[in-house]
């Protein structure tokens, strides 16, 4: 694939005049949430395959085969309008100083996002770039610090999470976790649950890893380097990411470079179709797109009080996410046989209505 660089379109206004889609019915989830009895044995359930609601299905439309993610609102027109758009909205995440900027930069094949060696961060806030690759429409988003612990202190109203949002909707079709060769840290951990946090456990689903430093490899193959390393968290995050990953050589010559990024959208192109053309949504991107008739600022203090709600009810939604946070299958279902059977205890034991005697 040979890239032909351009600027198709602008930035992005809050993202929100490009493939307005209206929100269909809230997902089941939110829905089941809103229940209070099932709340505690949902994630039980849900992993231990009783609930199928969070698992991606494939569901047979008009004769064909289509995967459906339980976070898409999309439906089959949906699906194809998103492909026949042919735009791709790339979200570049991950620590600090990992090289963000730089594969920006590599994408969009010129300098358009700051990028330098520092010990402070260097991105402050989110910045979009654009360009053409073969048939699509690239839209690359670039972070600050937005996953790391660190950020309630610096972003209290959730103001720049809410550009990040506005700038990705109607969400992004790839999210690239960042990393460098060799030094996957805490902080990289961090970082990725920080990612989580902030989209939802499903964004997994449209995640690629991306590492730095290709040279590093010194031609070796970077999937044996997954296969082999003894760092156990970054061989889990690369399964949970569905095997995608690719190396960066940022520093590279402009023809190897080019080479690189036709690797990493070969998997983009991959998980496109995978989603049938659809991108990554959740509540909060269904919100935005509802905002299409507000000013920016208005749009923003919707978002940034959305999320602000979100995080407040975050021990809840980190119990939905328990199940898939690392426990062992065996844990998990002894963990849900547990519940299960202190809910029948309790059951057992309430006390019931006296008899009335007349
Ligand atoms: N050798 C080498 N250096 C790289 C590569 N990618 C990025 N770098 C360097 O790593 C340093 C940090 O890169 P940035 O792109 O600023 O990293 P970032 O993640 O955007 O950093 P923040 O904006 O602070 O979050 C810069 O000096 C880059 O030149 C690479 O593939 N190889």
């Known amino acids: 694939m040979g890239q032909q660089e351009s600027d198709c379109r602008n930035t ?12 269909l019915s809230p997902l089941a989830r939110e829905r089941l949430f809103t229940q209070p009895l099932p709340l505690l044995f949902l994630p039980c359930w849900c992993q231990m395959g009783l609930n199928t609601v969070t698992c991606r299905k494939q569901v047979i439309m008009g004769g064909r085969k289509m995967p459906r993610d339980e976070e898409n609102a999309y439906g089959f027109q949906e699906f194809r309008s998103a492909l026949q758009e042919r735009r791709l909205r790339l979200l570049l995440a991950g620590r600090s100083g990992t090289g963000k900027s730089a594969t920006g930069n590599s994408i969009l094949q010129r300098k358009h996002f700051l990028s330098r060696l520092a010990t402070t961060a260097v991105t402050r806030a989110c910045a979009t770039g654009s360009c053409c690759w073969a048939s699509w429409d690239v839209e690359v988003l670039d972070t600050p610090d937005l996953f790391s612990p660190e950020v309630a202190q610096a972003d209290p109203g959730f103001k720049e999470r809410g550009r990040c949002y506005l700038l990705s909707a109607p969400g992004p079709h790839a999210v690239l976790l960042v990393t460098q060769l060799g030094r996957f840290t805490a902080q990289d951990l961090q970082a990725w649950r920080g990612v989580k946090a902030l989209f939802g456990a499903g964004i997994a689903a449209h995640a690629v890893v991306v590492f730095t430093r290709r040279e590093d490899l010194d031609g070796g193959s970077l999937q044996q380097y997954v296969r082999d390393t003894d760092n156990r968290a970054l061989r889990e995050l690369v399964a949970e990411c569905g095997g995608r990953c690719c190396a960066f050589d940022n520093r590279a010559a402009d023809g190897e470079r080019e080479a690189q990024v036709g690797e990493l959208m070969g998997l983009v192109e991959e998980l496109v179709r995978d989603h049938g ?10 919100l935005a797109q509802t905002l299409g008739g507000l000013s920016p600022e208005e749009r923003l203090r919707r978002v940034a009080e959305r999320l602000a709600a979100r995080a407040r009810t975050w021990p809840l939604a980190g119990l939905w996410r328990w199940p898939k946070a690392g ?3 065996r844990c998990k279902l002894g963990l849900a046989a547990l519940l299960g059977a202190l809910f029948l205890l309790y059951l057992l034991c309430r006390r019931r209505p006296e008899a009335v005697t007349v």
């Open 12 to 23: 992005n206004s809050f993202g929100l005049s490009s493939g307005q889609i209206c929100p």
């Open 277 to 286: 053309g659809a991108p990554y949504t959740n509540d909060v991107y269904r």
């Open 327 to 329: 426990l062992g299958t």
